[in-house]
């Protein structure tokens, strides 16, 4: 089993940056690949960006291309987003999810354990 916890969500302005982590305990983190969802309100969960399990192959969304960065520190079994030049329709529910596979995958489906999530609102 896989715990994840997210961190580092909060109420940031327009063009502002945050930096989300997540945490993980239980099975070997650095055999999977991880990946960071989004969900607003009203509105289907939707992917953001993901990490294969070296580091070496990263994927995004293209809203948030250019602006944000997936990272991971596989000796702190950790996984980052940075987030940057944020827009209010950043603002949604990120969570963590590790895979069922070792590369970064678009697809939820993919993804066996997922964190509780963090909020992150952003004011124009």
């Known amino acids: 089993q896989v715990q994840l916890v997210e961190s580092g969500g909060g109420l940031v302005q327009a063009g502002g940056s945050l930096r989300l982590s997540c945490s993980t305990s239980?099975?070997?983190?650095?055999?999977?690949?991880m990946g960071w969802f989004r969900q607003a309100p009203g509105k289907e969960r939707e992917f953001v960006a993901a990490?294969?399990?070296?580091?070496?192959?990263?994927v995004y969304a293209d809203s948030v291309k250019g602006r944000f960065t997936i990272s991971r520190d596989n000796a702190k079994n950790t996984v980052y987003l940075q987030m940057n030049s944020m827009k209010p329709e950043d603002k949604a529910v990120y969570y963590c999810?590790?895979?069922?596979?070792?590369?970064?995958?678009?697809?939820?489906?993919?993804?066996?354990?997922w964190g509780q999530g963090t909020q992150v609102t952003v004011s124009s």
């Open positions: 990490i294969s399990w070296n580091g070496r192959s990263t």
């Open positions: 999810a590790a895979g069922g596979t070792a590369w970064a995958e678009r697809n939820g489906a993919q993804y066996d354990y």
């Open positions: 239980g099975r070997t983190f650095s055999n999977y690949g």
